[in-house]
């Protein structure tokens, strides 16, 4: 006799409540004269907000200040409100909104994401090109509607939109990472 196949599990929601942190969409300090907003919505296949998502953006400068402990008690104390962290982790809102205070990248044209959502199997990676997006070997092996899934369009003063659609027509385009 043989059993069926277990179902594979999905990626949370689990994730919303233990992974954020207090100051996580402050990748750069308050402040800074450089710093831009990044935000946008989250949404699947219908277009409906995805109001429990997690969001996390890399890029270049080190984890520096991200996670700070207190060396007595082992609490967590924050970021230290002064560095550049290049690390972020915001959850969306009940809209399927986020939103992230950070730096222009200048390492690379481009901020890494990685999206955490309810019936996902595993969590997905993308990228978010500030504005008018430079050469690069990614964005221009893509057709032109493609392409511009991957591009956050300025939308006020030092502010840029970029959404994520997790499914459908316009389904922001994925990255597939082999370890």
């Known amino acids: 006799m043989s059993l069926p196949p277990t179902p594979s599990q999905t990626v949370g929601p689990f994730y919303g409540y233990a992974l954020p942190f207090p100051g996580g969409a402050d990748i750069a300090p308050a402040g800074h004269p450089g710093a831009v907003m990044v935000h946008g ?17 890399w890029q270049g400068g080190g984890l520096a200040g991200s996670l700070r402990r207190d060396p007595v008690t082992g609490g967590f104390l924050g970021r230290n409100g002064v560095d550049f962290t290049g690390f972020g982790r915001v959850p969306t809102d009940a ?77 922001t385009v994925f990255l597939d990472f082999h370890g």
């Open 95 to 171: 809209d399927g909104h986020w939103a992230v205070r950070t730096l222009p990248p200048s390492d690379r044209p481009y901020l890494s994401v990685c999206l955490f959502a309810r019936g996902l199997m595993h969590h997905l990676f993308t990228r978010a090109y500030l504005g008018e997006a430079v050469p690069d070997p990614l964005l221009d092996g893509l057709p032109p509607e493609r392409r511009a899934t991957l591009v956050a369009v300025p939308d006020g003063e030092r502010s840029y939109r970029f959404d994520i659609r997790v499914q459908g027509g316009k389904e």
């Open 41 to 57: 919505y989250v949404t699947d296949g219908h277009g409906d907000p995805v109001p429990d998502a997690l969001l996390e953006i």
